[in-house]
């Protein structure tokens, strides 16, 4: 009885010891917020990290994805009630905003600049620039988006004209266009946003600017900034660009054989109107010659981007979810996998390497590159929106109330030292410590 008694109790003590085992050996888990994605395309993520990173690594991962309507609130509440998930997805000045609140971690200050410029050298410039603020880096860049030129090369063929190099070359063909009753046109995701997306990339191609993010400082009189302003809006009031329309029946009809649109419309072509598949192709959006003879193509880029909470539990966890999830390797099989699991789908990744995955045109997938490498996001700093939109009331004045350019600007301008006057005052508190770090 006693010899069943000892083996009852040491066959419960290994069980206990087995469980207790397992609860201290299972690795960390960490949760993380995307932003903007499909079901489907998170259920792809999902698989890799439950088949390649959990079994390599130990940690669990929860991914959930968020509509990018209301996420910027959601996230600041959840930082006010320090709820936030182990990594957050946002638009590039979200990530700023949210660190500079002490929201986000600085990243090389908490896993080193070494391991933080491997893994941005992976990745385009454009974005990533914009996430280091006063010396922090708030993110990485995940999925970049970027304003670029598509052409229906078929229509630019048969009315013997090559595809605009330059906004030059844009002005010479409009009249032939307009000849035939077509036109060039502006859009953004396959959505008429009006022609306010374009003044800031010609003011960049131009070496304008729109704020200095560092001194707080605007850029709109410099002379370089109201040069690129007036050809821009030039481009409407002087060249007969239209101001309205829908960008994607335009370009399917052929009525606008030149748009200016985001990446992601190539995925809403190519999915509804595969009659023209052959028809059209991507190129650089048309550049600005510069006095010392080179073409800038720079175009306006954004996208989603990934951080790290401040109040993780699992810091080192986390970087290595983003080192492994923005590498090369998973990078392009997420690019592959996509359009193969979800029919017309696509999704473009800020690896530079998966580039080269895209299951698209040798042609298109070499302009994407170029235009990604050589395009840059807003210089962001705290409340950059609300700036931001003074420039886009600068196009709409001149264009709605025949307001001169440079008198446009100058009430952008005068608003815009206020506003940022305002945020610096609101702000002081959380640059003051960035500085002091």
Do not use: C
């Not at 003590?13 to 395309?41: D, M």
């Not at 500079?100 to 620039?129: H, I, S």
């Not at 090369?328 to 996998?337: E, P």
């Not at 301008?413 to 959380?430: A, F, G, P």
Request: glycine share 10%; net charge positive.
């Amino acid at each position: 009885m006693g010899g069943l008694f000892l083996t009852r109790r040491n066959a419960l003590i290994g069980v206990l010891f087995i469980l207790l085992s397992i609860t201290v050996w299972a690795g960390p888990k960490i949760e993380v917020w995307e932003v903007g994605f499909a079901n489907e395309t998170i259920n792809i993520i999902r698989d890799l990290i439950a088949k390649d990173f959990t079994p390599k690594t130990g940690i669990e991962v929860t991914v959930s994805v968020y509509p990018w309507e209301g996420m910027f609130n959601k996230v600041l509440l959840a930082m006010a009630s320090n709820s936030t998930p182990d990594i957050i997805a946002g638009a590039p000045d979200h990530l700023v905003e949210y660190g500079v609140r002490g929201g986000v971690l600085d990243l090389k200050e908490n896993f080193g600049a070494a391991r933080v410029q491997a893994l941005e050298k992976k990745l385009y410039p454009g974005t990533t620039r914009a996430l280091n603020f006063r010396g922090n880096t708030f993110g990485f860049v995940e999925s970049p988006g970027v304003i670029t030129g598509y052409y229906r090369t078929d229509i630019l063929k048969d009315l013997g004209m090559a595809i605009p190099k330059t906004w030059n070359d844009l002005q010479t063909i409009l009249p032939k266009l307009r000849a035939k009753n077509m036109n060039a046109g502006w859009g953004f995701g396959g959505i008429n946003a009006g022609p306010e997306w374009g003044s800031y990339l010609m003011m960049r191609q131009n070496n304008g600017g729109w704020v200095d993010g560092e001194s707080y400082k605007s850029r709109l009189l410099e002379t370089n900034s109201v040069q690129g302003f007036k050809n821009y809006v030039e481009l409407f009031t002087k060249h007969g660009m239209p101001q309205d329309g829908v960008p994607f029946q335009m370009f399917k009809t052929g009525e606008w054989p030149i748009l200016m649109e985001n990446n992601t419309f190539y995925t809403n072509i190519s999915l509804t109107a595969p009659e023209l598949n052959g028809k059209w192709q991507v190129d650089l959006i048309p550049g600005t010659l510069r006095s010392e003879g080179s073409v800038s193509h720079e175009s306006f880029m954004g996208g989603s981007t990934l951080g790290i909470a401040k109040n993780t539990k699992n810091k080192e966890a986390a970087f290595k979810y983003l080192e492994w999830y923005l590498s090369d390797d998973v990078q392009s099989k997420v690019v592959k996998l996509v359009p193969e699991k979800i029919r017309g789908a696509m999704l473009f990744s800020g690896n530079i390497a998966a580039t080269k995955s895209l299951p698209i045109t040798e042609n298109d997938r070499q302009k994407f590159y170029e235009q990604f490498n050589v395009s840059n996001a807003f210089s962001y700093f705290p409340g950059g929106a609300a700036v931001q939109r003074e420039l886009n009331f600068a196009v709409h004045n001149v264009l709605q109330k025949k307001i001169a350019p440079e008198e446009a600007l100058k009430i952008a301008d005068k608003n815009t030292v206020q506003e940022l006057s305002r945020k610096q005052k609101e702000y002081q508190r959380y640059i003051e410590k960035l500085i002091k770090k």
